[in-house]
C-alpha cells in the first residue's frame, strides 16, 4: 500500500502530522477520523515510477535525493533487522517508524508497498531512482538472488559512508580556494565595473599618454559595462547547454569515453573506477554471490559509462566460460595492478581476498591523488588571483607614475 503524508487536529485543536498506509487518500482520511482526528492534508508521499500520470509530470523534478548520511544509516538499519530473520517487509516498516522525517518514512513505507503487492526489494526500490541510485539496486538485486542480502546491504553501508567522507573531505579541502576565487574575481568586476571607469576619466583629462596594460584593462572594463550581462547570459545558457547535451544517453557516454581514454584525466579515471568495481566485486564474491551476477552487480557501481560497459563485457566473457583475469585483459580499461592481483586469486582459489587488497590499494593511490591535487589547488589559486589583481593595479598605478613624473619636470 502507498504512503501518505497528513496533517491533522485533534478536539482540543493540537495540530499533528505524520505517514501513515492507505488504500488510497479517503482511506487515509477514514483512518485519521478512527483514531479522533480531523485531517487538513492527506498526499500521496511518491508516485512510483511506473504509475506516472498520463501526459507531462513534472514532479521528478522535485524529488528530494536521500543524503549520503541517511541512506547509510536507514540501510544498516535494515541489515541489521534482516540479519536477525526479520522479513524485510517488517523490517522496512520497522525503519520508517523510527525515520527521523516524514518524508524518509513515506519512502520506506512506499517501498514496503511495493513488496506487499509481490515485487521483490530490488524492484520495490526501483520506483524511486532518485533515493536509490543505480548501483544500490542493483547490489540488492545480486543479494536477493544469492540470499546473502544481509551482507550485501552491511557492504551498501559502509561503502555508502566512504564515499560520503571521502566527498565531504574534498569538498571542506577546496571551500577556502573556491571561496578566495569567488571573492577575488567579484572584487576584480566591481573594480572593472565601477573605479575604473572614473580613474579613466581623470587619464583623459589630462592628456597622458597611456601605458599598453592601462589600454587593455580600459577596453576590459569597457567590454564588461556594454556586455556584462550577455556575458553572464551566455555563460548561463552554456551551462544550462551542456548539462542539457550531458543527459542524452549517447553523449553521456561520449564524455565518460573522453574521460576514461584521454590524457591526463585517464589514469585517474580509471583508477578512480576500478576502485569502486573492485572493492563491489570483493564484497559480492566473498558473500557468496555468484561471479557473473556479482560482476553485473559491481559493473552497475562504477561511475564511468564507458568503464561500465567494459565491465559488462568481461561478465558477458566469464559467462560464456573465459577466466576473470581473461576477460578483464581484453576489456583493456582496468589497472595492471589490478589484473595481475585477480590472477593471483583465482590460481589460488582466494578471488574475494585478493580483490579487496586490490582495491584497499587502488584507494589508497587514490587517496594520496587527491590530497596532492587539492594541496596544490590552494596555492594554485592564491597566485592566479594575486598576479591578476598585481596586474589590475599597475595598470592603474603606472599611468599615475607618468603623470606625477610630468609634473615634476
Do not use: C
Amino acid at each position: 500500500m502507498p504512503a501518505f503524508s497528513y496533517k491533522a487536529v485533534d478536539a482540543a485543536g493540537k495540530s499533528s502530522k505524520g505517514v501513515l498506509e492507505a488504500a488510497n487518500a479517503g482511506a487515509a482520511r477514514r483512518a485519521l477520523r478512527e483514531r479522533s482526528l480531523l485531517p487538513t492534508s492527506v498526499e500521496m508521499t511518491d508516485r512510483p515510477v511506473g504509475k506516472a500520470k498520463r501526459g507531462i509530470d513534472l514532479s521528478g523534478l522535485f524529488r528530494k535525493r536521500i543524503g549520503a548520511r541517511a541512506l547509510s544509516t536507514v540501510t544498516r538499519q535494515i541489515a541489521t533487522l534482516v540479519s536477525s530473520d526479520i522479513r524485510i517487509e517488517e523490517s522496512l516498516r520497522l525503519v520508517a517508524a523510527q525515520a527521523d522525517t516524514p518524508a524518509m518514512a513515506g519512502l520506506l513505507l512506499n517501498v514496503r508497498g511495493g513488496i506487499m503487492d509481490g515485487r521483490s526489494f530490488a524492484q520495490a526500490l526501483g520506483d524511486h531512482p532518485a533515493a536509490f541510485p543505480e548501483f544500490y539496486r542493483a547490489s540488492v538485486a545480486a543479494g536477493e538472488q544469492s540470499g546473502r542480502l544481509p551482507e550485501v546491504l552491511n557492504h551498501l553501508a559502509e561503502f555508502v559512508e566512504h564515499r560520503h567522507r571521502n566527498q565531504q573531505k574534498v569538498q571542506l579541502a577546496l571551500l577556502y580556494p573556491a571561496l578566495l576565487a569567488v571573492v577575488s574575481v567579484g572584487m576584480m568586476v566591481l573594480l572593472l565595473v565601477y573605479v575604473v571607469p572614473d580613474i579613466v576619466k581623470v587619464f583623459v583629462s589630462r592628456g597622458a599618454e597611456l601605458p599598453f596594460l592601462t589600454r587593455a584593462l580600459i577596453a576590459l572594463s569597457a567590454g564588461f559595462q556594454s556586455y556584462g550581462l550577455v556575458l553572464a547570459g551566455v555563460i548561463a545558457l552554456a551551462v544550462i547547454g551542456w548539462r542539457a547535451w550531458v543527459k542524452v544517453p549517447g553523449n553521456r557516454l561520449r564524455f565518460h569515453r573522453f574521460l576514461a581514454t584521454t590524457r591526463p584525466v585517464a589514469a585517474f579515471s580509471r583508477k578512480h573506477n576500478a576502485a569502486r568495481f573492485a572493492g563491489s566485486l570483493a564484497t559480492l564474491v566473498q558473500s557468496m554471490v555468484p561471479l557473473v551476477e556479482a560482476l553485473n552487480a559491481a559493473a552497475a557501481v562504477t561511475p564511468n559509462l564507458h568503464v561500465r560497459e567494459r565491465a559488462r563485457a568481461v561478465a558477458a566473457r566469464v559467462r560464456e566460460g573465459a577466466s576473470l583475469q581473461t576477460g578483464m585483459t581484453e576489456a583493456a580499461i582496468f589497472p595492471s595492478m589490478l589484473v595481475a592481483i585477480v590472477a593471483s586469486g583465482e590460481s589460488s582459489g582466494r578471488l574475494g581476498p585478493a580483490l579487496g587488497r586490490a582495491a584497499g590499494e587502488l584507494d589508497r593511490e587514490l587517496e594520496q591523488a587527491v590530497s596532492t591535487l587539492v594541496a596544490l589547488v590552494e596555492p594554485a589559486v592564491l597566485l592566479m588571483m594575486g598576479g591578476l589583481v598585481l596586474l589590475m593595479v599597475l595598470a592603474i598605478l603606472l599611468p599615475i607614475i607618468n603623470l606625477n613624473n610630468l609634473v615634476g619636470m
